[in-house]
């Protein structure tokens, strides 16, 4: 049910002036077919040591879906995953002042509280409803909703969106 209530939105936005069609930025609740069990794909460390969690884990924690434009045409899209609030939150860091995120390649970022305090910062496991490859720049990827919020378009931005997401951690702001 929610899945067909998803698609009649998406169809309504293109038939909405663009302005009505923003507010369809804003991440929604998708509900998807659990993934198998599988690898684990991400690990989170804090204070209290590390957790480790797989596909399937990530998505438990509840799913989210926005169609967002990126800095990169090629992948605007429609992204799904669990917010990072509730990842960290899940895993002991929710109250911490940043977290640095790590990509497969070493390439980190560190993302202060007040981005996923600010919006509903994602995690994305799938694009367009499919698990993201690596190829695709998955399997894990930090989404921001950037047309939720004309901030967001500011390019100090840009690098917080970490693909290939293997390793987040506490950091200092």
């Not at 990827?141 to 970490?162: F, G, K, N, S």
């Amino acid at each position: 049910m929610k899945r067909v209530l998803s698609m009649l939105l998406a169809l309504a936005a293109l038939a909405l002036p663009p302005a009505a069609a923003q507010s369809l930025a804003v991440p929604q609740a998708v509900a998807l077919p659990p993934l198998a069990a599988e690898a684990v794909v991400l690990t989170v460390a804090g204070p209290a040591g590390e957790r480790q969690y797989s596909l399937a884990a990530l998505e438990a924690l509840g799913t989210f879906g926005v169609h967002t434009s990126t800095f990169w045409p090629v992948d605007d899209g429609h992204y799904v995953g669990p917010t990072l609030a509730a990842v960290l939150a899940d895993a002991g860091l929710g109250e911490v002042a940043a977290v640095r995120v790590v990509a497969m390649d070493g390439f980190s970022q560190i993302l202060p509280r007040s981005d996923w305090e600010r919006w509903p910062v994602l995690l994305a496991t799938r694009r367009d409803d499919q698990p993201m490859r690596r190829r695709d720049k998955g399997p894990l990827r930090i989404i921001y909703p950037r047309d939720m919020d004309a901030a967001l378009q500011d390019t100090r931005y840009r690098l917080r969106w970490v693909w290939l997401v293997t390793r987040i951690e506490a950091a200092a702001p």
